[in-house]
Every structure is written in C-alpha cells, then in structure tokens.
C-alpha cells in the first residue's frame, strides 16, 4: 500500500492554474524530493496534500493518504510564532495536533539546540535555529508523511548539511515519509532517493535510482535548459 496517492492533481488560483492533472505516488519509508523553479506549482502541491490550500484556491482531482497515518508540513514562511518563545511555540504546536508518541522532549533530543534556547523569543532565533523549531513543530503531531517547502532556504552550507543529515536520522528513527520541494537540486541525494521534476505546474520528469549521477540534468529541466512537453 502506498502511504501517498496523487490523481489527475490539478489547482488553480482565480482561474490561473498552478497545478495541472499531475500524478504521483509515495511508498511507505520513502524520501522524494519536488524539484522546480519559482512558480513551478511545487508549493501549491504540497499545499494541497496537507489540506491546507488559501480559500481563494480551487482544487480538483484525488489525494489519498493511507489510513491511520498523520500529515504534518513544515511551510516555506510564517512557520513559527516570532513573539512566542521555543518552548510556547513546541506546547501551542503540541496541544493543537494531539497527543502522539512524538512528545517535546523527544524535539529537544533530536534538537538540543532547541532545549538550550527554550527560553528565548523564536523571533531572536536565527535561520538555522528557525527551521529546527519548524521542523519540531511538525513532529509533534507524530506524522507519518512529513512534507518540506524549501528547508534549504536561506541556509549557510553548514546548516544545510546538518539539517540533511537530521532527516536522514528522523526518518530512521521514525520511519517517515518524507515529500520536499526545493527549487535547487544541489542538496537532493543528501536526503532523497527519488525526485519529480515540476515545470509550469506539470510533472516534466521522474526520477527513482543514482540522483547523484542525474544532477545536471535534473539541474537542465529545472533552468529550462532542456526542452520537456508539458
């Protein structure tokens, strides 16, 4: 059984499509990563899988998320309270998505930069320190199918390598489904196995063996170097 099926995806804004009749599906334990430019309809996609699309957005096709299993994602912005210390934001986070086995002492174990600065407003955070709290956040529902909006963003090479590296070992250790859109593929076989390439909101092409070795022509789809048909 899959842990995600997409059909026939489409979603559009004031009648403006964003996402056009796209198909995909995810196996259980699987890391895939949603490669496109700006404006490629990555966002709008993973918007729509978590439920979450803006009122203004009209959807149609089927999602299936396989029963019993939770969906948590982590947005490009607005994804903390900047007033709210780390330890608020992880409680508010925690109280509104239910109890699970996923608890805020486990964040600050797999985060501990979190539990030093617990005390401190997440709006003093930096980038880095953000997007951890971000990803605790999401965790405290216990998912079963994680989505990511660009976790790279804005991240110094350090950061970067430590944040792939935290999710290779989140999803050992609670053997997620990982779905993350990134619009450069720089970072991809850091922390995926397979990728689909997102171009004027169509899937272009899929990738499933060696990401490493594809890299540059991942790279060529996604700068519109290399003509595709959608």
């Not at 196996?27 to 895939?32: E, F, R, V």
């Not at 989505?147 to 790279?152: I, M, Q, V």
């Not at 995926?192 to 390439?197: D, G, K, P, R």
Request: with cysteine; glycine share 8%.
């Amino acid at each position: 059984m899959m842990m995600l099926t997409v059909e026939n995806l489409s979603v559009s804004y004031r009648g403006i499509p964003a996402v056009r009749h796209i198909n995909f599906s995810l196996a259980p334990g699987t890391a895939t990563a949603l490669i496109g430019a700006n404006g490629a309809g990555k966002s709008s996609t993973l918007l729509a899988i978590a439920r979450a699309l803006d009122t203004s957005a009209r959807m149609s096709g089927r999602i299936d998320v396989a029963a019993g299993h939770k969906v948590s994602m982590v947005p490009e912005r607005n994804k903390i309270f900047a007033l709210l210390t780390v330890a608020e934001n992880l409680t508010a986070a925690d109280r509104q998505r239910g109890r699970g086995r996923v608890r805020v002492d486990d964040v600050y174990h797999w985060f501990p930069r979190l539990a030093e600065r617990r005390t401190s407003l997440a709006g003093n955070l930096s980038g880095g320190e953000q997007q951890m709290l971000a990803f605790g956040m999401a965790l405290t529902g216990s998912p079963s199918l994680l989505l990511l909006d660009e976790p790279t963003l804005g991240l110094a090479v350090p950061i970067i390598e430590r944040t792939c590296d935290t999710l290779a070992q989140l999803r050992r250790e609670l053997d997620l489904t990982l779905l993350c859109a990134e619009a450069d593929p720089q970072w991809i076989d850091r922390f995926a196995e397979n990728a689909l390439i997102m171009v004027r909101g169509a899937i272009a092409a899929t990738f499933d063996t060696d990401l490493t070795s594809h890299r540059d022509e991942i790279r060529s789809l996604v700068l519109g170097l290399q003509d595709v048909s959608t």
